[in-house]
């Protein structure tokens, strides 16, 4: 049989290192299904498309890949934004293809069709028609574009008739995608005079700097200056946080108690500093920015932008390392001394079993090279901030798109990219009601990946900020009373209830050695979300 185009595309996306492909399928879906089945490019079938844009996306941080999205026209599409929208803000390089209706068809009053390329123009960097004759330069375009700095989604449409037609086309030369020049020699120069001159410096990493080639240079900068650092919650991990000269991770709990340290900084050195994750504005204060990065920073004209220094992130790293490049007087131990109260704090005595708790159990289980995958909402706040993260890839999560029902579905990415990790899901139980489908995928798979639900009975989040308001709480109550004991299973998946550490701790080990996923409620009582998250 002669090669058509869906085995083109297939034989392009493996020859650039995608493995895996996540979606929901139709009948338009089929000819590419069936090109993966031949070409050895696995289908995971996901609950909902949202689930399989936000594994693209996990993939692609895990592997450094692009990620693969698919959905059916319509529907399926609108349902697949979401997860690239994830990619887009997040800066995943990601490859997302509609199968849409043959071409005569397009652009008619047709059951399911939209315009997809202006549904995903504004969260993708390139949306793309595949025709015939076109494809094998389209997907290099598209490639290219996704790996290129700052990384993110590029969209496909790949119609029906030219999905099956024979390939005219080679697969091309595949793309690595550009990165940024180095910054000029005068950037660098003034930046270390900046440093030279700074008695009181501080570092916030970034999460550009998770696309680093060398993550090296980020401990070398900061042990060779002996600045204290901070993170972003997605930089997390990229130098490890038992490192004597950590902070922990600004703009979550107990974001106060951070604020008050980097503001008392005589420099503040932005390192990779995305503001998509939180602009500076919200906790810098009066302290002067350099800012280090591939872009400019994006500000509203209060901060104090001492200088850019703006290039290739390895390149101006390498060259801003240089032994002695500040006379820090910080106190050897005032990091740590910083870190310990601040840890404390985020520990407030309760009565009932506390989310801190829980989170403390899963931490102590977990081994150190084990990956943590979790969601979005008041367990965020205290996971980000509490959680010690040892090494790059560990902590998983979006921060730019933000988005509930991340979690499990990255979980299930992770542990496909990186099967020799632990890998563990910590969400919250609106969370797990919007994404607790994916627990059949994650069966099927056959994965050992323990899914611990934090499980209040509410909206945590929205209900803090509700107080904080002083609005009554409305609409955020998510089951009129707590079950005493879970189910024994959802959809074939083992469930256990757990209601203090030990018992946490117990089931998560044994939850790790499965031979496939498990449910672990943990029935928390979510009263110190309203002393930490905010304060």
């Known amino acids: 049989m002669p090669m058509t185009n869906a085995d083109l595309i297939v034989a392009t996306l493996k020859a650039a290192g995608v493995t895996h492909g996540f979606g929901v399928p139709s009948g338009n879906v089929l000819p590419l299904m069936e090109a993966m089945r031949k070409g050895g490019l696995r289908y995971v079938l996901t609950a909902h498309e949202g689930s399989a844009g936000f594994a693209a996306d996990v993939m692609a941080r895990m592997t450094g890949r692009p990620g693969l999205g698919i959905a059916t026209l319509g529907p399926g599409a609108t349902n697949l934004a979401t997860g690239v929208g994830d990619a887009y803000l997040d800066r995943s390089p990601f490859i997302a293809i509609t199968c849409n209706l043959v071409s005569a068809q397009l652009g008619r009053r047709i059951q399911m069709w939209i315009d997809h390329h202006a549904l995903f123009r504004p969260i993708t960097k390139a949306t793309l028609a595949l025709r015939r004759g076109e494809v094998a330069a ?3 375009e598209a490639l290219r574009i996704a790996l290129s700095e700052p990384q993110g989604p590029v969209h496909l449409d790949l119609p029906e008739d030219v999905a099956l037609a024979p390939a005219t ?8 995608g550009s990165r940024p020049a180095p910054a000029p020699d005068a950037a660098i120069e003034k930046a270390l005079a900046l440093l030279s001159a700074a008695r009181r410096p501080v570092a916030v990493v970034g999460s550009t700097a998770m696309r680093m ?3 090296g240079l980020l401990r070398a900068f900061v042990e060779k200056a002996r600045i ?28 106060q108690a951070q604020r008050g340290f980097l503001r008392g900084a005589d420099l503040v ?9 939180v602009e500076y504005e919200s906790w810098i204060g009066e302290a002067p920015l350099l800012h280090v990065d591939i872009e400019r ?4 004209g209060t901060v104090r932008l001492a200088h850019e220094v703006l290039g290739d992130l390895d390149a101006s790293l390498s060259r801003l390392s240089r032994p002695g490049s500040t006379a820090s007087e910080w106190p050897a131990d005032a ?3 910083h870190k310990e109260a601040f840890q404390a704090s985020l520990r407030p005595a309760t009565a009932g079993f506390a989310p801190h708790q829980a989170i403390d159990a899963v931490r102590r289980v977990l081994p150190r090279e084990g990956v943590l995958a979790f969601d979005v909402g008041a367990h965020t706040h205290q996971i980000a901030s509490q959680w010690t993260a040892h090494a790059p890839r560990t902590f998983l999560i979006t921060n730019g798109w933000s988005s509930m029902g991340f ?3 990255a979980a299930i990415a992770a542990k496909l990219a990186r099967p020799d990790l632990p890998v563990v899901a910590l969400i919250g139980d609106g969370c797990f009601q919007m994404t607790c489908g994916e627990l059949a995928a994650a069966g099927r798979l056959g994965l050992a990946l323990p899914v611990v639900v934090l499980d209040d009975g509410w909206l945590s989040l929205i209900k803090v900020k509700q107080e904080r308001r002083q609005f009554r709480h409305y609409g955020t109550t998510l089951l009129p009373e707590p079950h005493a004991e879970p189910p024994a299973h959802y959809f074939g998946v083992p469930a256990v209830g757990v209601r203090d550490p030990e018992q946490l701790a117990r089931a998560l080990g044994k939850a790790l050695a499965a031979d496939g996923p498990t449910v672990i409620e943990a029935m928390v009582d979510p009263a110190h979300y309203s002393e930490t998250v905010y304060d």
């Open 213 to 215: 080639r060398d993550l």
């Open 269 to 277: 050195v932005g390192l990779g500093y995305d503001t998509v994750e």
């Open 228 to 255: 204290p650092f901070a993170t972003t919650t997605m930089a997390k991990g990229l130098i490890d946080e038992d490192h004597p000269l950590s902070l922990g991770c600004i703009e979550r709990a107990r974001r």
């Open 297 to 300: 920073a994006d500000t509203d």
């Open 169 to 176: 086309e080679g697969v091309p030369a595949i793309p690595q």
């Open 407 to 409: 979690g499990l579905p």
């Open 138 to 140: 389209t997907l290099a």
């Open 335 to 337: 990091a740590r001394r």
